[in-house]
């Protein structure tokens, strides 16, 4: 299964922030978090399903891809029918808890 990958608002936002911070604070790879996120995109759009399951939210499996060097985490549904990757949070993964994962699903 190959599928489209979509960002929600917040998560789209949420990269460009962890962007911009690369940027300017990781002179020797500034464009590690970019990298990185598109790597585990392409990946993931490849084979979504091996990514973890972490939550189910109203009956769809929220799963979470961690991206190492940049310490984030990609949280997304599978939207199986439309075949879209549906990403909700570009997270920290230090943060010691989920983001709002429910906001504007539906």
């Not at 993931?44 to 961690?66: E, K």
């Not at 029918?81 to 994962?101: F, N, S, T």
């Amino acid at each position: 299964m190959s599928v489209k990958v979509e960002f929600r608002p917040e998560a789209r936002d949420q990269a460009l922030v962890r962007n911009a911070w690369w940027v300017q604070n990781g002179p020797a790879a500034p464009t590690t978090s970019r990298d990185e996120l598109a790597l585990a995109l392409h990946d993931l759009a490849a084979q979504p399903a091996m990514a973890t399951i972490v939550v189910a939210h109203g009956g769809t499996a929220i799963r979470r891809w961690l991206l190492p060097k940049s310490k984030c985490h990609v949280y997304f549904a599978i939207d199986e029918a439309r075949e879209v990757i549906d990403v909700l949070a570009v997270w920290g993964a230090r943060m010691g808890r989920l983001p709002p994962l429910a906001k504007g699903r539906g």
